[in-house]
Nanobody, 119 residues
């Protein structure tokens, strides 16, 4: 399984970015094997934290800090999960990672994409 993130970059506070994560070696439409698809982030000196997740069959959960600003979605035809980030704040600066949970095998991670929000 390989997850490849893209879409990160430098943006001013208040701006928007859309992250993408393309999966290979696994099929998103096969919900029987996938427990959750999500985005995590890790800021310098901090632990990795959950940002947003789609839990099979389709419910979504968000960290309180991003509710109302970020939206997670998936396109099964493209085997891709997205994270639309609006009204970005400096505290959103982090490396963002895509994650797919496939029990009982475990969790797969992408290599991460840097998001930097300038104030």
């Amino acid at each position: 399984v390989q997850l490849v993130e893209s879409g990160g970059g430098l943006v001013q506070a208040g701006g928007s970015l859309r992250l993408s994560c393309v999966a290979s070696g696994i099929t998103f439409s096969n919900s029987a094997s996938i427990n959750a698809i999500g985005w995590y982030r890790q800021a310098p000196g901090k632990q990795r934290e959950l940002v947003a997740v789609i839990v099979s069959p389709g419910s979504t959960n968000y960290a309180d800090s991003v509710k109302g600003r970020f939206t997670i979605s998936r396109d099964d035809a493209k085997n891709t999960v997205y994270l639309q980030m609006n009204s970005l704040k400096s505290e959103d600066t982090a490396v963002y990672y895509c994650n797919v949970l496939v029990p009982p095998v475990g969790a797969y991670w992408g290599q991460g994409t840097q998001v930097t929000v300038s104030s």
